[in-house]
């Protein structure tokens, strides 16, 4: 609760500055904590849940629905990391996203964005099967900001240029003389090991507002650009 309210563009000393403000302020409400929660009620309570969590631990292999678990790293009131493991090896089809950084409130720390979480996860559609076509959800411009922020100094370190052939053969920098509507085949070589994708998408989708649908025969490759963007969100 503390952090929910400091920027992360923040330098450093600003951030334990005002953390620190923060602290400093909730210990007046500290006092009250005995008069709402007396004693007795708190031991009834902790009761209470120790039974209600044994009922739920003896049931979880029956839970047959897609489950999908947020924890984080920095969570100083509950270890949210290791139970999030045991419930993935608990429930039968759980998906994890551990965000090491956050804290105890992480949907409410800046940075997090459960819409994405939801779409990157593959939670959100409209049937029983993924649809990669007709569930498909453009990123939103915070989403296009973030990642545009990730692959930057890449971008800036290889220096990429995009040229494009206009319809009288002359070429033109920028992707100008790419159709904007019908369908458009683009063929690639991985010279570099796909390091030119994330600048690629980045030009199509900033000047022609055109998200690339990529296409390899490599599964694994696939697999693990997906994980690249979850880790992005995650870290």
């Not at 920098?173 to 070589?189: D, F, H």
Request: with cysteine; net charge positive; glycine share 8%.
């Amino acid at each position: 609760m503390a952090t929910v309210n400091i920027e992360s563009k923040l330098p450093p000393r600003l951030q334990i500055e005002q953390l620190s403000n923060n602290l400093t302020a909730m210990l007046p409400s500290l006092t009250g904590l005995a008069d709402i929660i007396p004693k007795d009620t708190l031991l009834w309570k902790l009761k209470l849940l120790k039974s209600a969590a044994a009922y739920a631990n003896s049931r979880l292999h029956s839970v047959k629905a897609e489950v999908l678990v947020l924890s984080s790293g920095k969570d100083q009131m509950l270890p949210s990391g290791d139970e999030s493991q045991r419930l993935k090896s608990s429930l039968k089809n759980c998906t994890v996203r551990h965000f090491k950084e956050n804290g105890h409130t992480v949907l409410l720390e800046d940075g997090v964005n459960l819409l994405t979480i939801i779409k990157g996860t593959s939670k959100y559609r409209r049937s029983r099967r993924l649809d990669y076509v007709s569930n498909y959800v453009p990123p939103s411009m915070s989403e296009f900001k973030r990642v545009s922020e990730e692959v930057g100094l890449l971008q800036t370190a290889s220096s990429a240029a995009m040229f494009s052939t206009l319809d009288d053969g002359k070429i033109v920098r920028g992707l100008g003389g790419v159709p904007s509507e019908g369908p458009v085949l683009l063929v690639g070589y991985h010279m570099l090991l796909g390091l030119e994708l994330p600048s690629l998408v980045e030009a199509f989708l900033r000047e022609k507002n055109i998200m690339i649908r990529g296409y390899d025969t490599s599964n694994g490759i696939l697999r693990g650009a997906r994980e690249f963007i979850c880790r992005i969100y995650d870290d």
